[in-house]
């Protein structure tokens, strides 16, 4: 069984940037499409971005331009790379692992979550 471990959350000022990591452990990693999402306090989990075993990416609008999501095969380690950071991009962000999709459903694996605070 594949488990799933975030690290690299923090606080950070508006326009500053923060590296997530996601390492992957019990399990072949690189067939596996993988994916970050985030969540505030009473909302439901949104879609950031997502990485298809073979490399083939997706982003959510509002990330487009600001972050990278990117993985490391030989380190089992997926990556969220989050530059020009806004207040709006505040929330516990979680990896994920399963199908390559926008939709939080079709992800069977998740990690414990990392919070990532903005502040002005």
């Known amino acids: 069984q594949v488990q799933l471990v975030e690290s690299g959350g923090g606080e950070v000022q508006t326009g500053g940037s923060l590296r997530l990591s996601c390492v992957a452990s019990?399990?072949?990693?690189?067939?596996?499409?993988t994916g970050w999402f985030r969540q505030t306090p009473g909302r439901e989990r949104h879609f950031v971005a997502a990485?298809?075993?073979?490399?083939?990416?997706i982003y959510t609008n509002s990330v487009k331009g600001r972050f990278t999501i990117s993985r490391d095969n030989a380190k089992n380690t997926m990556y969220l790379q989050m530059n020009s950071l806004k207040f709006e991009d505040m929330a516990v962000y979680y990896c994920?692992?399963?199908?390559?999709?926008?939709?939080?459903?079709?992800?069977?694996?998740w990690g414990q979550g990392t919070q990532v605070t903005v502040s002005s």
């Open positions: 994920a692992a399963g199908a390559y999709s926008a939709d939080y459903n079709n992800y069977d694996l």
């Open positions: 019990g399990g072949t990693f690189s067939t596996l499409s």
């Open positions: 990485i298809h075993a073979r490399g083939d990416t």
